[in-house]
């Protein structure tokens, strides 16, 4: 079975900080691509970052660029997010997916989602 499992969300106030995991099992997620993705309500899902398999190069959506960092931890065979500086348009929920090129994202694995909440 391959699967993805989030954890790490909660409800933060504006400016605080949280660390998403997303922990694989059934494969080893030093081959894929993760990425990070959000969905806000009413809005569609987007991408917030995406840590690269092959050249370890990483990818961040505009609005996060120094506030979120994605790293990997392949003895864990785990990735995170690191979300500092939290604002309430951050407010989501956060799922990670696994794909074989940060390019593409149509034929990958995915989490079941973690609820992120900003607010005063």
């Known amino acids: 079975q391959l699967q993805l499992v989030e954890s790490g969300g909660g409800l933060v106030q504006p400016g605080g900080s949280l660390r998403l995991s997303c922990v694989a099992s059934?494969?080893?997620?030093?081959?894929?691509?993760i990425g990070w993705f959000r969905q806000a309500p009413g809005k569609e899902r987007e991408g917030v970052s995406c840590?690269?398999?092959?050249?370890?190069?990483?990818r961040y959506k505009e609005s996060v660029k120094g506030r979120f960092t994605i790293s990997r931890d392949n003895a864990k065979n785990t990735v995170y997010l690191q979300m500092n500086s939290l604002k309430p348009e951050d407010t989501a929920v956060y799922t990670c997916?696994?794909?074989?090129?940060?390019?593409?994202?149509?034929?990958?694995?995915w989490g079941q989602g973690t609820q992120v909440t900003v607010s005063s």
């Open positions: 059934g494969f080893t997620l030093d081959y894929y691509a």
């Open positions: 840590s690269s398999s092959s050249d370890g190069s990483t």
């Open positions: 997916a696994a794909s074989r090129t940060c390019g593409s994202f149509s034929q990958a694995y």
